[in-house]
């Protein structure tokens, strides 16, 4: 059964930082994967997806990269902004089909002012 | 309207009492989704519905019932709930339920409270 680890659970950094989320799965055969954040009692809003055929996603001061050898994915963020403040969840799928997506926990960011 | 909408946003229901969620996604996907968020859990898949047809029934209790009447519209009827069902209930849509036109977009999630 695929589990996902996100490490750190919770992070809290000065603003301005730049900070690396890292999200790790027990099946390495990840077919795509997707970033999402969630800020709280909210739903979740998709940040980056990387497809079957890509290891690397970027927008704006995200970059999220995908090593299918190691099942291993790292999120990004540049110049953190108290806005980025939310709960950070991975997603990852062992095949083609969506029954299978996989979600972890999530890391909880704190950036301070 | 854009997006995934999601109603209501709030329940608390009786044990005894029956409720529906309802969902409803503006971006013409092919494919929903019912998932439920429970504290310190990871999203867990309840259904998946592909052009109105059930193409997953993740071990779910009967006692939650989808209903897909077209691929814009997804229900989630509830009855005889338990206390333990209490979680936030959060209804995805992607243009497919495959292969890489499956990028999830989530509503903002019906918050259930069972008495």
Redesign the interface.
Known sequence: KQE?TQIPAALSVPEGENLVLNCSFTDSAIY?L?W?RQDP??????LL?I???QREQTSGRLNASLDKSSGRSTLYIAASQPGDSATY?C?G?NS????K?????GTKLQVIP | ETG?T?TPRHLVMGMTNKKSLKCEQHLGHN?M?WYKQSA????E?MF?YSLEER??N?SVPSRFSPECPNSSHLFLHLHTLQPEDSA?Y?C?S?QD????T????????S?LTVL
Do not use: C
């Not at chain 1, 083609?96 to 029954?99: E, I, L, R, V």
């Not at chain 2, 310190?40 to 999203?43: A, D, G, N, V």
């Open positions: 996902v795509n997707q999402f009692g909210k739903g979740l809003t998709s997806l497809q079957s055929s969840l997603a799928s083609g089909g969506y029954q997506v996989t979600f972890g926990i | 995934v999601q494919a989704y310190k859990k990871p999203l898949l998946v193409v997953e993740n936030l959060l995805a992607s339920w495959r292969g890489d499956g990028e999830l977009f989530f509503g903002e999630g918050r």
